[in-house]
């Protein structure tokens, strides 16, 4: 990487396509983690040099899922 990006546009996630109650719970726990804890890790790697630089912008775009369930989806509406 050279020097620091002037943006940060954040949007990626995964999904996975079974009900809650037939889902895996690994497979739930780690798609909180991508999509949640992801964002979070990027934000933590990227901040701390835009704020000694005074500069920077960092964007995170979300999905629908997160206001409305989508039946088979509850991980990814959960994140």
Do not use: K, W
């Amino acid at each position: 990487m050279h020097g620091v990006p002037d943006i940060v546009v954040q949007c990626a996630g995964i999904a996975g396509n079974s009900r809650f109650v037939d889902g895996d719970a690994a497979e739930f726990d780690h798609m909180l983690r991508i999509n949640a804890s992801g964002s979070a890790e990027v934000a933590r790697a990227i901040l701390p040099a835009m704020r000694e630089r005074g500069s920077g912008r960092m964007v995170f775009v979300s999905s629908l899922a997160g206001l409305v369930g989508i039946y088979g989806y509850s991980a990814y509406s959960a994140s």
